[in-house]
């Protein structure tokens, strides 16, 4: 037993006195703060998608000390999601480790709240895994790890979760697709049902179920995946599994009564008529009310057919939620004595100014802005602006807030969003391409999509590393092992 000499009590109730007061010195807690010899500001990103990643490949470390938060450890390239999940690119291909970024603090954890007075968020780490699973990251942040990590300024770029509408089955039996482990997932239930379905004692009708090919939500993402999920059937598991080609569909299944609704109908048209001549359904105006697991494949039920339909996968991707950290912030009654954080009506993220600061509105409901707090990407909206929830907006804010912040000129200029224009990969080498006034469709759609997407990523060892995986692809096919 330790002895209980007066300096020994003493320190032990200053410290205890020290705790109390603050929490950030207990065990559990600690907060990571500018020391005085870093007098440089604490800028802390949460988020590592494209605009919290793109945010911290901006900032200067010179002129700032970067701390990110973020549940997974890496930055995925999300349109080139769809190839990785059929084998087309490997899944390292579309993603960039965040620890390669010159940063002061990389945290490995989910965000559970910010107590904007104190200046500090809330972190539990993921010591269990990455989130890059389909589950839920919820389940892999360890409470017992919690900590706090203290600001100067804030960014919060969390992005959105998938939208299921509460749909019965949906969160259980669909496949999402929002990350490199939903890729993975994807990929593996592909071949598996295509293995289940070559077993001499499978019966056909189980085959017709097993490789049915589902995907919920006619945008890009859908589109995209079963252009993606055609060309590996037909490509490579056309020669391992002839005998099965006659039982493979794939079906798109919206409630919309168009798919790809942000395209000109000319190309949405396109679209639709190369599907067709793919042997890709197209259902719209069709409503999904459950899904269930039967055996070895899922039962569908849609309100406009008589009989539930076979799947041996069932891809979901309509839309999107606010991110649950959002929805909590935004309840906050009272922030830092100003008011209640503004919320936008329409998608329920952050409303910001044309400066991405978050609003505030005072009880007068007069507003003003949050000193020192920022939000882009998915979980923000402009203020009277009507940006799309993309990758675009998201990275060309998060160049425009960096280019501000490492000049501490702020005031200097608004943030305006230069619109690209939009893509799609159609399958067999074919694509469509819209910007304003321009359109493309077929071949050299193909081909710009290709190259946007190639010089778009981030680092040079993925710039080198995609066209290779592509050319490989090319030569040898894609690589069908289960692992
Ligand atoms: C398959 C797919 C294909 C797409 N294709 C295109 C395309 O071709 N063109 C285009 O413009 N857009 C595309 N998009 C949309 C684009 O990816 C999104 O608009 C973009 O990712 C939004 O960026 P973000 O940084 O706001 O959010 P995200 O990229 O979703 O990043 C959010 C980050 O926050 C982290 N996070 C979440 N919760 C917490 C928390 N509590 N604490 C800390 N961190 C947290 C997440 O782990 C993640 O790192 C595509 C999306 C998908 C899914």
Not at 234 to 260: C, N, S
Not at 274 to 293: D, S, Y
Request: with cysteine; charged share 25%; proline share 5%.
């Amino acid at each position: 037993m330790e002895p209980h000499t007066p300096a020994r009590i003493a320190s032990r109730t200053l410290q205890r006195a020290l705790q109390r007061h603050s929490p950030l010195l207990t065990r559990r807690h600690y907060a990571s703060t500018s020391t005085p010899a870093d007098k440089k500001e604490r800028i802390v990103i949460l988020g590592s998608g494209w605009a919290g990643y793109a945010l911290a490949r901006t900032l200067s470390p010179s002129s700032s000390s970067q701390v990110l938060v973020s549940p997974r450890s890496h930055f995925v390239f999300t349109p080139l999601l769809a190839s990785t999940s059929v084998g087309t690119l490997e899944f390292r291909a579309a993603i960039e480790p965040v620890r390669r970024l010159n940063l002061a603090e990389f945290h490995q954890g989910q965000v559970r709240d910010v107590d904007f007075d104190r200046k500090v968020v809330r972190v539990q780490a993921n010591t269990k895994d990455d989130a890059t699973t389909r589950s839920d990251p919820d389940a892999l942040a360890d409470p017992s790890t919690e900590f706090e990590v203290a600001y100067d300024k804030l960014v919060l770029a969390v992005g959105c979760a998938s939208q299921t509408f509460g749909i019965e089955g949906v969160r259980e039996h669909a496949c999402f697709l929002r990350d490199v482990g939903d890729a993975r997932v994807i990929r593996l239930r592909i071949l598996q049902a295509f293995e289940k379905a070559a077993l001499p004692t499978t019966t056909d009708d189980e085959r017709r179920k097993l490789l049915h090919f589902a995907v919920v939500g006619g945008g890009p993402t859908g589109i995209e995946f079963a252009a993606e999920l055609h060309d590996l059937v037909h490509e490579d598991l056309r020669k391992m599994y002839p005998g099965l080609m006659q039982h493979v569909a794939v079906t798109i299944y919206d409630i919309a009564p168009k798919v790809l609704p942000m395209f000109d109908q000319n190309l949405a048209n396109y679209a639709t008529d190369m599907f067709k001549r793919q042997g890709i359904q197209v259902k719209t105006e069709h409503h999904l009310e459950r899904i269930r697991c039967v055996g070895d494949h899922l039962l569908i039920r849609i309100k406009e057919e008589k009989d539930e339909v076979g799947a041996g996968i069932v891809v979901w991707s309509t839309g999107l939620t606010q991110n649950p950290l959002v929805r909590q912030i935004v309840d906050k009654q009272d922030v830092a004595g100003l008011g209640r954080i503004v919320k936008d009506p329409k998608t329920g993220g952050f409303l910001t100014d044309d400066r991405l600061r978050v609003q505030v509105e005072g009880p007068d409901h007069k507003r003003t802005t949050l000193p020192g707090v920022f939000a882009m990407g998915d979980c923000a909206v402009v203020e009277g602006a009507n940006y799309p929830a993309t990758a675009q907006v998201a990275s060309q804010q998060a160049v425009h807030l960096g280019r501000r912040l490492n000049k501490g000129d702020l005031e200097a200029k608004p943030f305006k969003f230069r619109n690209l224009g939009t893509m799609a990969y159609l399958g067999s080498w074919r694509a469509i391409h819209q910007s304003s006034g321009d359109e493309l469709k077929g071949r050299a759609a193909w081909i710009l999509w290709r190259t946007a997407y190639l010089t778009k990523s981030m680092s040079v060892r993925n710039k080198l590393l995609i066209p290779v995986y592509w050319f490989v692809t090319w030569v040898f096919g894609r690589d069908i092992s289960r692992f």
